[in-house]
Protein backbone atom coordinates (compact mmCIF):
# COMPACT_ATOMS: atom_id res chain seq x y z
CA UNK A 1 0.00 0.00 0.00
CA UNK A 2 1.01 3.30 -1.05
CA UNK A 3 -0.10 7.09 -0.25
CA UNK A 4 -0.45 10.01 -2.61
CA UNK A 5 -0.99 13.49 -1.16
CA UNK A 6 -1.96 16.03 -3.77
CA UNK A 7 -0.54 19.41 -2.66
CA UNK A 8 0.00 20.95 -6.34
CA UNK A 9 -2.50 23.92 -5.42
CA UNK A 10 -2.43 27.97 -4.36
CA UNK A 11 -4.85 28.38 -1.65
CA UNK A 12 -5.61 31.85 -2.83
CA UNK A 13 -8.77 31.89 -0.76
CA UNK A 14 -6.44 31.71 2.42
CA UNK A 15 -4.88 35.10 1.77
CA UNK A 16 -1.83 36.15 3.39
CA UNK A 17 -1.32 32.70 4.66
CA UNK A 18 -0.82 30.89 1.31
CA UNK A 19 1.08 33.95 -0.29
CA UNK A 20 4.48 32.51 0.54
CA UNK A 21 3.27 29.07 0.81
CA UNK A 22 1.73 26.19 -0.10
CA UNK A 23 -2.26 25.54 1.55
CA UNK A 24 -1.08 22.88 3.44
CA UNK A 25 1.81 24.45 5.00
CA UNK A 26 -1.01 26.63 7.28
CA UNK A 27 -1.02 25.73 10.75
CA UNK A 28 -4.09 24.09 12.67
CA UNK A 29 -3.65 24.76 16.27
CA UNK A 30 -0.54 25.19 15.79
CA UNK A 31 0.79 22.34 13.38
CA UNK A 32 0.97 22.62 9.93
CA UNK A 33 -1.61 20.42 8.03
CA UNK A 34 1.33 18.67 5.98
CA UNK A 35 2.73 17.53 9.68
CA UNK A 36 -0.23 16.35 10.81
CA UNK A 37 -1.39 14.09 7.46
CA UNK A 38 2.67 12.99 7.71
CA UNK A 39 2.72 11.79 11.23
CA UNK A 40 -0.54 9.88 11.08
CA UNK A 41 0.64 8.34 7.57
CA UNK A 42 4.24 7.71 9.03
CA UNK A 43 2.11 4.74 11.73
CA UNK A 44 0.76 3.27 8.69
CA UNK A 45 2.59 -0.01 6.86
CA UNK A 46 2.94 1.84 3.14
CA UNK A 47 5.89 1.31 1.19
CA UNK A 48 5.96 4.85 0.09
CA UNK A 49 4.47 8.48 -0.07
CA UNK A 50 4.38 10.21 -3.10
CA UNK A 51 3.43 13.78 -2.90
CA UNK A 52 2.56 16.20 -6.24
CA UNK A 53 3.79 19.32 -5.36
CA UNK A 54 3.50 22.57 -7.77
CA UNK A 55 2.62 26.15 -6.00
CA UNK A 56 5.67 26.80 -3.63
CA UNK A 57 7.06 23.36 -3.93
CA UNK A 58 10.91 24.17 -3.28
CA UNK A 59 9.55 25.34 0.03
CA UNK A 60 6.98 22.56 0.86
CA UNK A 61 9.95 19.81 -0.10
CA UNK A 62 12.76 21.78 2.13
CA UNK A 63 10.42 21.06 5.33
CA UNK A 64 9.39 17.66 4.21
CA UNK A 65 12.94 16.63 4.23
CA UNK A 66 13.42 18.23 7.13
CA UNK A 67 11.09 16.78 9.36
CA UNK A 68 10.60 13.55 7.92
CA UNK A 69 13.83 11.98 6.58
CA UNK A 70 12.73 8.53 7.83
CA UNK A 71 10.06 8.67 5.60
CA UNK A 72 10.23 7.33 1.87
CA UNK A 73 8.58 10.39 -0.11
CA UNK A 74 8.68 10.47 -3.70
CA UNK A 75 7.88 13.96 -5.18
CA UNK A 76 6.23 14.73 -8.54
CA UNK A 77 5.86 17.83 -9.96
CA UNK A 78 2.90 20.03 -11.77
CA UNK A 79 4.62 22.88 -13.51
CA UNK A 80 1.16 24.33 -14.47
CA UNK A 81 -0.11 24.56 -11.08
CA UNK A 82 -1.37 27.82 -11.58
CA UNK A 83 -3.90 26.51 -14.62
CA UNK A 84 -4.80 23.38 -13.81
CA UNK A 85 -6.64 21.35 -11.23
CA UNK A 86 -6.08 18.03 -9.24
CA UNK A 87 -7.65 15.84 -12.41
CA UNK A 88 -3.92 17.04 -14.32
CA UNK A 89 -2.20 16.68 -10.65
CA UNK A 90 -3.30 13.22 -9.97
CA UNK A 91 -2.71 12.40 -14.28
CA UNK A 92 1.37 13.18 -13.82
CA UNK A 93 0.78 10.15 -10.93
CA UNK A 94 -0.36 8.07 -13.18
CA UNK A 95 2.60 5.90 -13.56
CA UNK A 96 2.92 5.91 -9.77
CA UNK A 97 -1.16 5.08 -9.22
CA UNK A 98 -0.66 1.52 -11.14
CA UNK A 99 2.24 0.00 -9.07
CA UNK A 100 0.50 -0.24 -6.05
CA UNK A 101 -2.61 -0.61 -3.83
CA UNK A 102 -3.34 3.67 -3.25
CA UNK A 103 -4.70 6.00 -0.32
CA UNK A 104 -5.61 9.14 -2.48
CA UNK A 105 -5.74 12.40 -0.26
CA UNK A 106 -6.26 15.96 -0.55
CA UNK A 107 -3.51 17.87 1.61
CA UNK A 108 -5.94 20.47 2.78
CA UNK A 109 -7.88 18.04 5.22
CA UNK A 110 -7.76 17.80 8.86
CA UNK A 111 -8.22 14.26 9.92
CA UNK A 112 -9.39 12.27 13.03
CA UNK A 113 -6.49 10.02 13.79
CA UNK A 114 -8.99 6.86 13.13
CA UNK A 115 -9.92 7.36 10.13
CA UNK A 116 -7.01 5.86 8.34
CA UNK A 117 -6.91 2.85 10.13
CA UNK A 118 -10.32 2.31 9.65
CA UNK A 119 -10.14 2.67 5.90
CA UNK A 120 -7.11 -0.40 6.28
CA UNK A 121 -9.03 -1.97 8.09
CA UNK A 122 -11.95 -2.39 6.30
CA UNK A 123 -12.34 -5.17 3.54
CA UNK A 124 -13.66 -3.71 0.54
CA UNK A 125 -10.69 -2.86 -1.83
CA UNK A 126 -11.95 0.41 -3.29
CA UNK A 127 -13.54 2.45 -0.76
CA UNK A 128 -14.13 6.37 -0.30
CA UNK A 129 -14.67 8.11 3.29
CA UNK A 130 -17.68 9.60 3.77
CA UNK A 131 -19.51 12.27 5.87
CA UNK A 132 -23.56 12.36 5.93
CA UNK A 133 -24.71 15.73 4.53
CA UNK A 134 -24.87 19.19 6.73
CA UNK A 135 -25.02 22.52 5.93
CA UNK A 136 -21.32 23.30 5.89
CA UNK A 137 -20.20 21.20 2.85
CA UNK A 138 -19.37 21.87 -0.46
CA UNK A 139 -18.57 19.72 -3.40
CA UNK A 140 -19.11 16.31 -4.66
CA UNK A 141 -21.97 14.88 -3.12
CA UNK A 142 -22.67 11.14 -3.35
CA UNK A 143 -25.74 8.74 -3.00
CA UNK A 144 -25.44 4.91 -1.41
CA UNK A 145 -27.36 2.20 -1.98
CA UNK A 146 -28.24 -0.25 0.78
CA UNK A 147 -25.14 -1.39 0.64
CA UNK A 148 -22.99 0.92 1.04
CA UNK A 149 -21.95 0.90 -3.26
CA UNK A 150 -21.60 4.87 -4.36
CA UNK A 151 -24.18 4.35 -7.00
CA UNK A 152 -23.85 8.09 -8.60
CA UNK A 153 -21.43 11.18 -7.99
CA UNK A 154 -23.18 14.71 -7.87
CA UNK A 155 -21.07 17.25 -9.16
CA UNK A 156 -22.14 21.11 -7.68
CA UNK A 157 -24.36 21.83 -10.94
CA UNK A 158 -26.88 18.63 -9.80
CA UNK A 159 -27.21 19.49 -5.96
CA UNK A 160 -30.69 19.33 -5.12
CA UNK A 161 -31.36 20.84 -1.83
CA UNK A 162 -34.82 18.99 -1.14
CA UNK A 163 -32.46 16.08 -1.98
CA UNK A 164 -29.91 16.60 0.55
CA UNK A 165 -31.13 14.17 3.22
CA UNK A 166 -30.00 11.30 0.81
CA UNK A 167 -26.26 12.74 -0.05
CA UNK A 168 -22.91 12.17 1.35
CA UNK A 169 -20.01 13.74 1.27
CA UNK A 170 -16.64 12.53 -0.21
CA UNK A 171 -14.19 13.34 2.64
CA UNK A 172 -11.34 13.28 -0.75
CA UNK A 173 -9.59 10.11 1.01
CA UNK A 174 -9.64 7.44 -1.30
CA UNK A 175 -8.46 3.32 -1.07
CA UNK A 176 -8.28 2.28 -4.64
CA UNK A 177 -6.98 -1.53 -4.96
CA UNK A 178 -3.69 -1.82 -7.97
CA UNK A 179 -6.06 -4.05 -9.98
CA UNK A 180 -9.02 -0.86 -10.02
CA UNK A 181 -6.32 1.62 -11.15
CA UNK A 182 -4.88 -0.15 -13.69
CA UNK A 183 -7.33 -1.74 -15.49
CA UNK A 184 -10.36 0.98 -14.90
CA UNK A 185 -9.58 4.16 -13.00
CA UNK A 186 -5.65 5.33 -15.24
CA UNK A 187 -7.35 4.46 -18.45
CA UNK A 188 -10.44 6.83 -17.69
CA UNK A 189 -8.34 9.35 -16.45
CA UNK A 190 -6.17 9.30 -19.58
CA UNK A 191 -9.18 9.69 -21.94
CA UNK A 192 -10.97 12.15 -19.69
CA UNK A 193 -7.91 14.66 -19.36
CA UNK A 194 -7.40 14.61 -23.16
CA UNK A 195 -11.06 15.04 -24.04
CA UNK A 196 -12.34 17.69 -21.25
CA UNK A 197 -8.92 19.37 -20.41
CA UNK A 198 -6.78 19.90 -17.59
CA UNK A 199 -8.68 22.01 -15.26
CA UNK A 200 -11.25 19.71 -14.00
CA UNK A 201 -11.82 16.99 -10.68
CA UNK A 202 -10.47 13.74 -10.35
CA UNK A 203 -13.60 12.44 -8.92
CA UNK A 204 -15.52 13.20 -12.05
CA UNK A 205 -13.41 10.13 -13.41
CA UNK A 206 -15.00 8.24 -10.44
CA UNK A 207 -18.84 9.51 -11.66
CA UNK A 208 -18.38 8.34 -15.29
CA UNK A 209 -17.10 4.94 -14.30
CA UNK A 210 -20.11 4.76 -11.54
CA UNK A 211 -22.37 5.79 -14.82
CA UNK A 212 -21.12 3.04 -16.71
CA UNK A 213 -21.40 0.94 -13.83
CA UNK A 214 -17.45 -0.19 -14.48
CA UNK A 215 -16.41 0.71 -10.68
CA UNK A 216 -17.43 -1.50 -7.41
CA UNK A 217 -16.73 1.54 -5.55
CA UNK A 218 -17.92 1.42 -1.86
CA UNK A 219 -18.72 4.45 0.72
CA UNK A 220 -17.65 4.63 4.22
CA UNK A 221 -19.56 6.66 6.37
CA UNK A 222 -17.46 8.18 9.01
CA UNK A 223 -19.97 8.94 11.65
CA UNK A 224 -19.05 11.21 13.98
CA UNK A 225 -15.23 11.04 13.76
CA UNK A 226 -13.88 15.01 13.09
CA UNK A 227 -12.35 15.67 9.93
CA UNK A 228 -12.37 19.49 7.93
CA UNK A 229 -11.61 20.76 4.42
CA UNK A 230 -9.63 23.95 4.89
CA UNK A 231 -10.43 26.21 1.46
CA UNK A 232 -10.58 29.51 2.90
CA UNK A 233 -10.38 31.55 6.15
CA UNK A 234 -13.67 30.46 7.95
CA UNK A 235 -12.39 26.91 7.24
CA UNK A 236 -9.48 27.46 9.19
CA UNK A 237 -10.96 28.99 12.05
CA UNK A 238 -13.85 26.33 12.57
CA UNK A 239 -11.02 23.36 12.01
CA UNK A 240 -9.15 25.64 15.10
CA UNK A 241 -12.19 24.82 16.67
CA UNK A 242 -12.94 21.36 15.90
CA UNK A 243 -9.49 20.29 16.66
CA UNK A 244 -8.73 22.39 19.18
CA UNK A 245 -7.07 20.53 22.75
CA UNK A 246 -7.07 20.78 26.65
CA UNK A 247 -8.68 24.12 28.01
CA UNK A 248 -8.30 25.70 24.18
CA UNK A 249 -11.23 23.32 23.50
CA UNK A 250 -14.03 24.56 25.58
CA UNK A 251 -12.71 28.31 25.25
CA UNK A 252 -12.31 28.10 21.20
CA UNK A 253 -16.59 26.81 21.27
CA UNK A 254 -17.36 29.57 23.84
CA UNK A 255 -15.30 32.55 22.42
CA UNK A 256 -17.46 31.83 18.88
CA UNK A 257 -20.92 33.30 21.13
CA UNK A 258 -23.02 31.02 18.95
CA UNK A 259 -23.12 29.98 15.92
CA UNK A 260 -22.77 26.90 17.05
CA UNK A 261 -24.95 25.21 13.60
CA UNK A 262 -21.26 24.92 11.87
CA UNK A 263 -20.77 22.21 14.06
CA UNK A 264 -23.57 19.41 13.15
CA UNK A 265 -23.67 17.09 15.94
CA UNK A 266 -22.75 19.50 18.79
CA UNK A 267 -25.44 19.50 21.98
CA UNK A 268 -25.46 23.33 22.98
CA UNK A 269 -26.05 23.42 26.95
CA UNK A 270 -24.13 26.86 26.81
CA UNK A 271 -26.67 29.05 25.49
CA UNK A 272 -29.94 29.52 26.86
CA UNK A 273 -33.52 29.07 24.89
CA UNK A 274 -37.07 27.34 25.38
CA UNK A 275 -36.78 23.93 24.05
CA UNK A 276 -40.39 23.91 23.31
CA UNK A 277 -40.98 27.34 21.36
CA UNK A 278 -41.43 28.29 18.41
CA UNK A 279 -44.02 25.16 17.82
CA UNK A 280 -43.80 23.81 14.04
CA UNK A 281 -46.31 25.75 12.87
CA UNK A 282 -45.12 28.78 13.48
CA UNK A 283 -41.80 28.16 12.12
CA UNK A 284 -44.14 26.60 8.64
CA UNK A 285 -45.17 30.09 8.51
CA UNK A 286 -42.10 31.74 8.51
CA UNK A 287 -40.86 29.76 6.46
CA UNK A 288 -43.75 30.05 3.41
CA UNK A 289 -42.98 33.20 3.74
CA UNK A 290 -39.27 32.74 3.00
CA UNK A 291 -38.85 34.45 -0.36
CA UNK A 292 -40.73 36.99 0.45
CA UNK A 293 -38.80 38.73 3.71
CA UNK A 294 -35.50 37.27 2.40
CA UNK A 295 -36.04 40.01 -0.92
CA UNK A 296 -38.01 42.87 0.71
CA UNK A 297 -37.17 45.61 3.17
CA UNK A 298 -38.32 45.63 6.86
CA UNK A 299 -40.17 48.14 8.05
CA UNK A 300 -38.88 51.18 10.20
CA UNK A 301 -38.91 52.16 13.76
CA UNK A 302 -42.19 53.14 14.12
CA UNK A 303 -44.07 50.22 12.69
CA UNK A 304 -41.75 47.88 14.66
CA UNK A 305 -42.22 49.19 17.97
CA UNK A 306 -46.15 49.00 17.27
CA UNK A 307 -45.66 45.42 16.62
CA UNK A 308 -43.51 45.10 19.85
CA UNK A 309 -45.99 47.37 22.02
CA UNK A 310 -48.78 44.39 20.37
CA UNK A 311 -46.10 41.48 21.01
CA UNK A 312 -46.02 42.57 24.68
CA UNK A 313 -49.55 44.17 25.15
CA UNK A 314 -47.97 47.31 26.11
CA UNK A 315 -47.78 50.99 24.40
CA UNK A 316 -46.34 51.86 21.37
CA UNK A 317 -45.39 54.81 22.85
CA UNK A 318 -43.23 52.79 25.77
CA UNK A 319 -41.43 50.19 23.53
CA UNK A 320 -38.19 50.17 21.41
CA UNK A 321 -37.73 46.81 19.84
CA UNK A 322 -34.02 45.59 19.37
CA UNK A 323 -31.61 44.04 17.21
CA UNK A 324 -31.37 41.40 20.57
CA UNK A 325 -31.57 42.87 23.68
CA UNK A 326 -28.15 43.05 23.30
CA UNK A 327 -28.45 46.46 21.08
CA UNK A 328 -30.70 48.17 23.95
CA UNK A 329 -28.56 47.39 26.85
CA UNK A 330 -25.61 48.74 24.65
CA UNK A 331 -27.63 52.24 24.56
CA UNK A 332 -29.00 52.25 27.74
CA UNK A 333 -25.45 51.83 29.66
CA UNK A 334 -24.13 54.85 27.68
CA UNK A 335 -26.72 56.98 28.42
CA UNK A 336 -26.53 55.99 32.21
CA UNK A 337 -23.85 58.20 33.95
CA UNK A 338 -22.64 57.38 37.32
CA UNK A 339 -22.46 54.50 39.53
CA UNK A 340 -24.19 50.91 38.30
CA UNK A 341 -25.45 48.79 41.59
CA UNK A 342 -25.24 45.24 40.23
CA UNK A 343 -25.23 41.64 42.20
CA UNK A 344 -22.64 39.23 41.22
CA UNK A 345 -22.30 37.11 39.75
CA UNK A 346 -25.05 37.77 37.17
CA UNK A 347 -24.94 38.47 33.24
CA UNK A 348 -22.28 40.54 32.33
CA UNK A 349 -23.24 42.49 29.25
CA UNK A 350 -24.07 45.54 32.39
CA UNK A 351 -21.18 45.72 34.04
CA UNK A 352 -18.90 44.95 31.19
CA UNK A 353 -20.09 48.40 29.94
CA UNK A 354 -18.71 50.81 32.78
CA UNK A 355 -16.04 50.88 34.24
CA UNK A 356 -14.75 49.13 37.25
CA UNK A 357 -14.53 52.03 39.39
CA UNK A 358 -18.14 52.73 38.79
CA UNK A 359 -19.34 49.50 40.24
CA UNK A 360 -20.81 49.12 43.31
CA UNK A 361 -21.32 45.04 43.65
CA UNK A 362 -23.50 42.85 46.18
CA UNK A 363 -22.22 39.84 46.90
CA UNK A 364 -24.19 36.87 47.95
CA UNK A 365 -22.97 35.66 51.11
CA UNK A 366 -24.71 32.15 51.38
CA UNK A 367 -24.03 28.68 49.14
CA UNK A 368 -26.80 29.60 46.36
CA UNK A 369 -26.15 33.09 46.03
CA UNK A 370 -29.65 33.61 46.58
CA UNK A 371 -31.00 37.08 47.80
CA UNK A 372 -34.00 39.43 48.13
CA UNK A 373 -35.09 42.71 47.65
CA UNK A 374 -34.76 43.34 51.08
CA UNK A 375 -30.90 42.44 51.49
CA UNK A 376 -30.82 44.27 48.23
CA UNK A 377 -32.64 47.69 49.69
CA UNK A 378 -29.50 47.30 52.91
CA UNK A 379 -26.76 46.95 51.39
CA UNK A 380 -27.45 50.24 48.76
CA UNK A 381 -28.54 52.06 51.24
CA UNK A 382 -25.99 54.20 51.70
CA UNK A 383 -23.80 53.44 48.15
CA UNK A 384 -24.66 56.29 46.39
CA UNK A 385 -25.74 54.59 43.27
CA UNK A 386 -27.16 56.02 40.26
CA UNK A 387 -29.10 53.06 38.70
CA UNK A 388 -30.02 49.55 40.27
CA UNK A 389 -29.88 46.84 38.24
CA UNK A 390 -31.63 43.74 38.55
CA UNK A 391 -31.90 40.71 36.71
CA UNK A 392 -34.96 38.45 37.77
CA UNK A 393 -34.54 35.32 37.59
CA UNK A 394 -30.53 36.01 37.55
CA UNK A 395 -28.17 34.37 35.55
CA UNK A 396 -26.21 31.84 36.23
CA UNK A 397 -27.52 31.47 39.76
CA UNK A 398 -31.90 30.96 38.97
CA UNK A 399 -32.46 33.58 42.05
CA UNK A 400 -35.61 34.88 41.59
CA UNK A 401 -37.68 38.01 43.57
CA UNK A 402 -41.48 37.90 43.61
CA UNK A 403 -42.90 40.43 41.31
CA UNK A 404 -44.58 42.19 44.55
CA UNK A 405 -41.07 42.34 46.06
CA UNK A 406 -39.50 43.88 42.80
CA UNK A 407 -42.20 46.62 42.64
CA UNK A 408 -41.67 47.26 46.46
CA UNK A 409 -37.68 47.76 45.20
CA UNK A 410 -39.05 50.08 42.62
CA UNK A 411 -40.82 52.22 44.61
CA UNK A 412 -37.99 52.14 47.22
CA UNK A 413 -35.39 53.64 44.24
CA UNK A 414 -37.68 55.72 42.81
CA UNK A 415 -37.52 57.53 46.54
CA UNK A 416 -33.95 57.72 46.60
CA UNK A 417 -33.58 59.04 42.40
CA UNK A 418 -32.36 55.82 41.53
CA UNK A 419 -32.99 54.62 38.28
CA UNK A 420 -33.95 51.19 38.43
CA UNK A 421 -33.78 48.62 35.27
CA UNK A 422 -35.02 45.15 35.84
CA UNK A 423 -34.03 42.85 33.10
CA UNK A 424 -36.91 40.01 32.84
CA UNK A 425 -35.46 37.73 30.05
CA UNK A 426 -36.18 34.55 31.94
CA UNK A 427 -39.16 35.98 34.04
CA UNK A 428 -41.52 33.45 31.78
CA UNK A 429 -40.09 30.13 32.74
CA UNK A 430 -40.78 31.31 36.66
CA UNK A 431 -43.25 29.02 38.26
CA UNK A 432 -45.13 32.33 39.01
CA UNK A 433 -45.53 32.44 34.30
CA UNK A 434 -47.37 34.25 33.51
CA UNK A 435 -48.07 36.62 35.95
CA UNK A 436 -44.61 37.57 36.68
CA UNK A 437 -43.66 39.96 33.94
CA UNK A 438 -43.71 43.91 34.39
CA UNK A 439 -44.61 44.67 30.85
CA UNK A 440 -48.26 46.22 31.87
CA UNK A 441 -48.78 49.92 30.80
CA UNK A 442 -50.47 50.56 34.31
CA UNK A 443 -47.07 49.00 35.22
CA UNK A 444 -45.04 50.76 33.74
CA UNK A 445 -47.04 53.97 34.07
CA UNK A 446 -46.90 53.47 38.06
CA UNK A 447 -42.94 53.71 38.13
CA UNK A 448 -42.01 56.10 35.35
CA UNK A 449 -38.47 56.08 36.09
CA UNK A 450 -38.47 51.97 35.70
CA UNK A 451 -36.57 50.31 32.57
CA UNK A 452 -37.57 46.46 31.39
CA UNK A 453 -35.68 44.95 29.46
CA UNK A 454 -36.37 41.35 27.86
CA UNK A 455 -34.49 39.03 25.59
CA UNK A 456 -37.33 37.60 22.79
CA UNK A 457 -34.32 34.98 21.77
CA UNK A 458 -34.60 33.05 25.47
CA UNK A 459 -38.12 32.62 26.39
CA UNK A 460 -39.52 32.07 22.85
CA UNK A 461 -36.59 29.87 21.53
CA UNK A 462 -35.98 32.10 19.28
CA UNK A 463 -32.04 33.33 18.91
CA UNK A 464 -31.58 33.52 15.33
CA UNK A 465 -33.89 36.31 14.68
CA UNK A 466 -32.12 38.51 17.50
CA UNK A 467 -35.37 40.47 18.99
CA UNK A 468 -35.44 42.30 22.31
CA UNK A 469 -37.53 44.64 23.84
CA UNK A 470 -36.97 47.67 25.88
CA UNK A 471 -39.66 49.27 28.18
CA UNK A 472 -40.51 52.69 30.14
CA UNK A 473 -42.96 55.15 30.73
CA UNK A 474 -39.74 57.79 30.44
CA UNK A 475 -40.75 58.69 27.01
CA UNK A 476 -37.86 61.36 26.67
CA UNK A 477 -35.78 57.97 26.88
CA UNK A 478 -37.97 56.28 24.82
CA UNK A 479 -37.23 59.17 22.06
CA UNK A 480 -33.38 58.99 22.80
CA UNK A 481 -32.92 55.41 22.22
CA UNK A 482 -35.00 54.86 19.40
CA UNK A 483 -32.61 58.34 17.71
CA UNK A 484 -29.47 56.13 18.71
CA UNK A 485 -30.55 52.79 17.20
CA UNK A 486 -30.62 52.23 13.07
CA UNK A 487 -33.93 53.04 11.68
CA UNK A 488 -33.86 49.17 10.25
CA UNK A 489 -32.34 47.02 13.39
CA UNK A 490 -34.74 44.74 12.35
CA UNK A 491 -35.00 42.23 9.87
CA UNK A 492 -38.20 41.50 7.99
CA UNK A 493 -38.10 37.87 9.80
CA UNK A 494 -37.88 39.43 12.67
CA UNK A 495 -40.52 41.72 11.97
CA UNK A 496 -42.51 39.45 10.22
CA UNK A 497 -42.39 37.01 13.49
CA UNK A 498 -43.27 39.33 15.61
CA UNK A 499 -46.57 40.47 13.31
CA UNK A 500 -47.86 36.95 13.68
CA UNK A 501 -47.01 36.06 17.19
CA UNK A 502 -49.96 36.25 18.77
CA UNK A 503 -52.10 33.42 16.66
CA UNK A 504 -49.43 31.20 18.56
CA UNK A 505 -49.26 32.76 21.99
CA UNK A 506 -51.65 29.53 22.97
CA UNK A 507 -48.86 26.87 21.98
CA UNK A 508 -46.36 29.27 23.48
CA UNK A 509 -48.40 29.10 26.88
CA UNK A 510 -48.38 25.09 26.85
CA UNK A 511 -44.43 25.63 25.80
CA UNK A 512 -44.38 27.24 29.03
CA UNK A 513 -45.92 24.64 31.40
CA UNK A 514 -43.93 21.70 29.61
CA UNK A 515 -40.62 23.63 30.35
CA UNK A 516 -41.41 23.34 33.87
CA UNK A 517 -42.20 20.08 34.18
CA UNK A 518 -38.99 19.06 32.39
CA UNK A 519 -37.04 21.59 34.60
CA UNK A 520 -38.16 19.39 37.66
CA UNK A 521 -37.39 16.33 35.73
CA UNK A 522 -34.33 17.45 34.95
CA UNK A 523 -33.03 18.84 38.22
CA UNK A 524 -33.82 15.25 39.89
CA UNK A 525 -31.29 13.73 37.33
CA UNK A 526 -29.18 16.32 37.71
CA UNK A 527 -29.32 16.20 41.97
CA UNK A 528 -28.73 12.08 40.90
CA UNK A 529 -24.57 12.83 40.27
CA UNK A 530 -22.48 12.26 43.27
CA UNK A 531 -20.25 15.14 41.85
CA UNK A 532 -22.71 17.69 41.75
CA UNK A 533 -24.06 19.85 43.86
CA UNK A 534 -27.59 21.57 42.35
CA UNK A 535 -28.40 24.98 43.01
CA UNK A 536 -32.41 25.82 42.77
CA UNK A 537 -33.24 27.74 39.94
CA UNK A 538 -36.54 29.89 38.58
CA UNK A 539 -34.84 30.06 34.97
CA UNK A 540 -33.86 27.86 31.85
CA UNK A 541 -30.75 26.83 33.42
CA UNK A 542 -28.81 25.30 36.84
CA UNK A 543 -26.07 26.58 38.59
CA UNK A 544 -24.27 23.75 39.42
CA UNK A 545 -21.28 23.13 41.71
CA UNK A 546 -18.76 20.73 41.16
CA UNK A 547 -18.08 19.06 44.42
CA UNK A 548 -15.27 16.02 43.69
CA UNK A 549 -13.62 14.50 40.99
CA UNK A 550 -13.09 17.41 38.23
CA UNK A 551 -12.79 20.78 38.21
CA UNK A 552 -15.34 22.74 36.22
CA UNK A 553 -12.95 23.40 33.69
CA UNK A 554 -12.10 19.96 32.96
CA UNK A 555 -15.68 18.49 33.39
CA UNK A 556 -16.67 20.91 30.38
CA UNK A 557 -13.33 19.96 28.71
CA UNK A 558 -14.48 16.24 29.09
CA UNK A 559 -18.05 16.73 28.34
CA UNK A 560 -17.24 18.27 24.98
CA UNK A 561 -14.38 16.08 23.96
CA UNK A 562 -16.00 12.97 24.61
CA UNK A 563 -19.66 13.77 23.99
CA UNK A 564 -19.71 16.36 21.71
CA UNK A 565 -21.95 18.20 24.77
CA UNK A 566 -21.01 21.96 25.58
CA UNK A 567 -21.40 23.47 29.02
CA UNK A 568 -20.73 26.77 30.97
CA UNK A 569 -17.34 26.67 32.64
CA UNK A 570 -17.95 29.73 35.38
CA UNK A 571 -15.30 28.56 37.79
CA UNK A 572 -12.93 30.85 36.22
CA UNK A 573 -14.86 34.23 37.01
CA UNK A 574 -13.99 36.17 39.89
CA UNK A 575 -17.77 36.23 41.63
CA UNK A 576 -16.81 32.32 42.05
CA UNK A 577 -13.48 32.58 44.00
CA UNK A 578 -12.09 30.37 42.20
CA UNK A 579 -14.83 27.69 43.30
CA UNK A 580 -15.88 25.36 40.31
CA UNK A 581 -19.07 26.41 39.16
CA UNK A 582 -20.91 25.05 35.76
CA UNK A 583 -24.24 26.78 34.53
CA UNK A 584 -26.35 23.54 32.26
CA UNK A 585 -29.06 24.56 30.43
CA UNK A 586 -32.62 23.11 30.24
CA UNK A 587 -33.23 21.63 26.87
CA UNK A 588 -36.44 18.75 25.88
CA UNK A 589 -36.27 15.49 27.54
CA UNK A 590 -34.15 13.48 24.71
CA UNK A 591 -31.61 15.84 25.20
CA UNK A 592 -31.18 16.39 28.87
CA UNK A 593 -31.15 12.68 29.29
CA UNK A 594 -28.17 12.31 26.87
CA UNK A 595 -26.57 15.04 29.34
CA UNK A 596 -27.98 13.16 32.17
CA UNK A 597 -26.23 9.96 30.70
CA UNK A 598 -22.80 11.54 29.94
CA UNK A 599 -22.90 12.55 33.20
CA UNK A 600 -23.62 9.07 35.15
CA UNK A 601 -20.57 7.89 32.97
CA UNK A 602 -18.32 10.45 34.20
CA UNK A 603 -19.29 9.07 37.45
Partial sequence: MQAIILAAGMGRRLGELTRQQTKCMVEV??????????????????????IVVGYQADGLRTHIDTHFPELNIEYVVNEIFDRTNNIYSLSLAREQLIEDDTLLIESDLILDEQLFPLLLDNEWPNLALVAKYESWMDGTMVRLDSDSCITSFVPKSSFRFEECDQYYKTVNVYKFSREFLRSKYVPFLEVYVNSMGENEYYEQVLRVLTFLDRTDLKALPIGDLKWYEIDDIQDLDIAETLFAEGEDLWRSYSR?????????????????VNPYFPSPRLKQE??????????????????????AGKYFGISQDYAVPGNGAAELIKAVMERTPGRLGVVLPTFEEYPN???ADELVIFHPTNDDFSYTADDLMTFYADKGISMLLLINPDNPSGNYIPRTDVLRLATWCEKRDI?????????????????????????LEAHPSMIVMKSISKSYGVPGLRLGVMASADRQLIQAVRREVS????????????QIYGKYESD????????QEERARFEEGLRSIPFLRVIPSEANYFLCEVTERFTSSELAILLIKR???LIKDCGYKKAFAGKNYVRIAVRDTRDNNRLLKALRDLA
Fill in 286 to 307: LLSSFDTLLTQYPSGMQVNSLL
Fill in 563 to 565: ENI
Fill in 419 to 443: RFLADESFVDFASCYPDGTLLQDET
Fill in 29 to 50: GGTRLIDRLLNQLSSLPLTRIV
Fill in 353 to 355: RKE
Fill in 256 to 272: RFGGFWRFPGMLDFNYL
Fill in 508 to 515: YHRACQLF
Fill in 487 to 498: IWNINSFGEYYM
